[in-house]
């Protein structure tokens, strides 16, 4: 059953190793979850890993506070288009669409977190490595990073920072991150790490963890 509430208070870190955790099936055949983050029900501010199996889909829906996501693995589909491994889309507050996949994916999406005010839909293909701008505002700054081996990783923090690893690894004083981990930092808490021996691509968000609410 997915909790309605996970990691709900944010004034407090938070991390979830997302490859150690069970699929949790949604309301649609299919369609499965690994939730990180979540306050409320099936209609909740949320961030997780959604699982399209071949041949799967989502009924239409609307976006009444944005959704942002990245394809981890496979194709995801809507009637807007197809988005390979490696494509992040945002779709803002009063979008619309019909999800699906023919081939199957993995996508890591945050739902409901968006400013209202947002309205720029877009979609952005990642590079195959460096460093990457995918979206920037006021309000918030996300990006794709590569780390060298065993390199310091600082960022001070002064309005909130999340990160998921895509590859290699990441590890504080007391945290150890590996593929497909997942951090939220609350504001003024720095994030003090140093890449693995294999380096780390990371993709961040630096934006107050309330933004939307």
């Given at each position: 059953?997915?909790?309605e509430?996970?990691?709900a208070d944010?004034?407090?870190?938070?991390?979830?190793?997302?490859?150690?955790?069970?699929?949790?099936?949604?309301?649609?055949?299919?369609?499965d979850r690994r939730?990180?983050?979540?306050l409320?029900?099936e209609?909740?501010?949320?961030?997780?890993?959604?699982?399209?199996?071949p041949g799967?889909?989502?009924?239409?829906?609307?976006?009444?506070?944005?959704e942002?996501?990245?394809v981890?693995e496979?194709?995801?589909?809507?009637?807007h288009?197809?988005?390979?491994v490696g494509?992040?889309?945002?779709?803002p507050p009063?979008?619309?669409?019909t999800?699906?996949?023919?081939?199957g994916?993995?996508?890591?999406?945050r739902?409901?977190?968006?400013?209202?005010?947002?309205r720029?839909q877009?979609?952005?293909?990642?590079?195959?490595?460096?460093?990457q701008l995918?979206f920037?505002?006021e309000h918030?700054?996300?990006?794709v990073?590569?780390?060298q081996?065993?390199s310091p990783?600082?960022?001070d923090?002064?309005r909130?920072?999340?990160l998921?690893?895509?590859?290699g690894g990441?590890?504080?004083?007391?945290?150890?991150?590996g593929?497909?981990?997942?951090?939220r930092l609350?504001?003024?808490?720095?994030?003090?790490a140093?890449?693995g021996?294999?380096?780390?691509?990371?993709?961040f968000?630096?934006?107050?963890p309330?933004l939307?609410?």
């Amino acid at each position: 059953m997915i909790p309605e509430r996970l990691n709900a208070d944010l004034s407090q870190p938070a991390i979830m190793h997302a490859s150690t955790l069970p699929w949790l099936a949604s309301p649609l055949a299919g369609v499965d979850r690994r939730p990180l983050y979540r306050l409320g029900g099936e209609q909740a501010r949320a961030t997780s890993l959604v699982r399209y199996a071949p041949g799967s889909h989502f009924s239409a829906h609307m976006h009444s506070a944005g959704e942002e996501f990245l394809v981890l693995e496979g194709v995801f589909e809507d009637e807007h288009g197809s988005y390979p491994v490696g494509s992040y889309v945002r779709n803002p507050p009063g979008s619309s669409h019909t999800p699906a996949s023919n081939a199957g994916c993995v996508i890591f999406v945050r739902l409901r977190q968006f400013h209202p005010e947002d309205r720029l839909q877009s979609v952005t293909p990642l590079h195959d490595h460096g460093h990457q701008l995918l979206f920037e505002s006021e309000h918030e700054r996300v990006w794709v990073e590569d780390i060298q081996p065993a390199s310091p990783v600082w960022r001070d923090n002064p309005r909130g920072l999340e990160l998921l690893v895509l590859e290699g690894g990441l590890a504080g004083k007391d945290f150890q991150l590996g593929p497909l981990s997942w951090m939220r930092l609350p504001a003024g808490t720095a994030l003090d790490a140093q890449a693995g021996a294999q380096g780390a691509r990371l993709w961040f968000k630096d934006a107050s963890p309330g933004l939307g609410l």
